[in-house]
């Protein structure tokens, strides 16, 4: 299973943050337990900011989940973050994850997001 992020490099302060992470390699992706958007700031540990589970429900950092929104659509093997009212401090590098078993995961690559006017 490949995962590839996507979204705009640049987002302007106050604005909201999109990005979509695609899942490949995997004709049924319905059956994976959690879709997960993590993030790292320069030089820091990784911040899970929430996540989408196989039921739909979904979960949130609560230091983020004022701001946050995931979801998901099993048609096209995706799911997406918003981020709103975007600062300077969320200028990090955003990564998807996926959960297939409790000893089996995926990991997309990174994409870097930095807030700027």
């Known amino acids: 299973v490949q995962l590839q992020e996507s979204g705009p490099g640049l987002v302007k302060p106050s604005q909201a943050l999109s990005l979509t992470c695609t899942a490949s390699?995997?004709?049924?992706?319905?059956?994976?337990?959690?879709w997960s958007w993590i993030r790292q700031p320069p030089g820091k540990g990784l911040e899970w900011m929430g996540a989408i589970a196989s039921s739909g429900s979904t979960y949130y950092s609560p230091s983020l989940k004022s701001r946050t929104s995931i979801s998901r659509d099993t048609s096209k093997n995706q799911f997406s973050l918003q981020l709103s009212s975007v600062t300077p401090e969320d200028t990090v590098v955003y990564y998807c994850?996926?959960?297939?078993?409790?000893?089996?995961?995926?990991w997309g690559q990174g994409t870097q997001v930095t807030v700027s006017s």
């Open positions: 994850r996926v959960v297939v078993t409790t000893v089996l995961d995926y």
């Open positions: 390699g995997d004709s049924d992706t319905t059956s994976y337990s959690d």
